[in-house]
């Protein structure tokens, strides 16, 4: 009887300390996000959304390496239309992003050549619901502005 009682306990333990460690790593992924200055995607350093537009709760993050290196954010927001703007026009006004057309009009893309290598920085953001969603990926590519004539 006590085996059993030693046995259920320590088990217990094990699912109370796995979920314990679940929430601190994905909750300090977050938070490394949500109180960032600024992200660094390909080696390229990208001002943050709490230095642009102040502090915004990070609801999910991923981060994917390859070929083409992805940060993906998902920001909590109110007016998340008015802030999405905001964030855009800082990269085309004080980072000399360039504004990209894209096919989808809910997406707000802006690009600029790699400072640090040979590659695109592209930053796209979307309207979802409650908030925004942040795309900053870092990849081979080149903008190439031919001179009006």
Known sequence: MKKKLIILITILVIIVVGIITFFVITGSSKNKYQNATEYSVGGENIPSVKTVLGDRKV???????????????????????KSAKDYINYLLEEQSYLKMQTENDSIIEAAKNMENKDGL???????VDNGFKLIIKAGPGKIQVEPIE
């Open 121 to 127: 920085l592209t930053v796209d953001i979307e309207l």
């Open 59 to 81: 609801i999910k993050s991923y981060h994917e390496n390859g070929e083409v290196e992805t940060l993906t954010l998902i920001f909590e927001d109110n007016d998340a239309e």
